[in-house]
């Protein structure tokens, strides 16, 4: 794979933006294949799957949407693993790291996704000039990595209290999403639970809903085995017993 990526790629100009490697560069380079067949930054975008959903409606338009998940698999997990090493060398990185964290109140994923989606504008910009990424400031002033560091350590270094803060509140969401998930399911085995029964016909009195197959054997006599397809319930010891269905307990949920 490292021949291949060199004799397809020999100026290596994707390894110069920072976070990106040789394996990395590899599979930008191959699944992007020809670069030129994306007209727009738009297009790219859209085809990395790393911008969010849209809903909209007349004149709304909602905010904070997930991700598409377009784009293929591999170059989303490269573009997340390149973001989290860029935004520590690469100052405008960092910007957009410490914008979402601080200002908008992601959480630190959220945060790397959107650095994601802005490396990924860099990796289709040097790949269609074919030229090396040079590191800049926030103002386009050219910068050494050395002093890249200094400024994203000066500038845009997260609190440690904002980062706690937004650990915080993503996980109440998790917890709030699971028990409403719970909720659900409990509303799904209730409502399948008032529907056993036979339908009505037309005219006729609904019949009372019946729920439960059970054995009738003697106490002394040992548990027999269920019957089989090609048995009758009498064969085997059990035999149909209507329950009337009630309306089971929130202990019995649990």
């Not at 490396?119 to 590191?135: H, N, S």
């Not at 926030?138 to 560091?149: H, N, Q, T």
């Not at 009758?232 to 035999?239: E, H, I």
């Amino acid at each position: 794979i490292r021949g291949l990526y060199r004799a397809v790629h020999p100026s290596r100009n994707l390894e110069s933006i920072p976070g990106i490697g040789e394996q990395s560069a590899s599979v930008f380079v191959f699944f992007v294949h020809d670069v030129k067949r994306f007209g727009s930054q738009g297009e790219f975008r859209a085809w990395t799957g790393m911008i969010p959903r849209s809903s909209q409606s007349s004149n709304v338009e909602k905010k904070g949407l997930r991700l598409t998940q377009a784009g293929p698999s591999l170059v989303k997990a490269y573009a997340y693993l390149c973001a989290e090493s860029a935004r520590r060398w690469d100052p405008q990185i960092a910007a957009i790291y410490y914008d979402q964290m601080v200002n908008k109140g992601k959480h630190h994923t959220q945060a790397v996704c959107a650095c994601a989606t802005h490396l990924m504008d860099r990796v289709r910009t040097v790949l269609r000039e074919d030229k090396p990424y040079e590191l800049r400031d926030v103002d386009g002033r050219p910068v050494s990595k050395k002093e890249a560091r200094e400024i994203i350590a000066q500038r845009y270094t997260v609190p440690d209290g904002v980062r706690q803060q937004t650990n915080q509140r993503a996980r109440k969401a998790r917890e709030e999403k699971r028990e409403e998930d719970k909720e659900k399911r409990r509303s799904r085995r209730r409502t399948k639970g008032a529907d056993v029964g036979t339908s009505p016909q037309p005219g006729q009195a609904s019949p009372p809903p019946y729920l439960c197959i059970l054995p009738q054997y003697p106490a002394s006599v040992k548990c027999p085995r269920p019957a089989r397809s090609h048995e009758s319930p009498a064969s085997t010891g059990y035999s149909v017993v209507k329950v009337p269905y009630k309306e089971p307990t929130p202990l019995d949920m649990t």
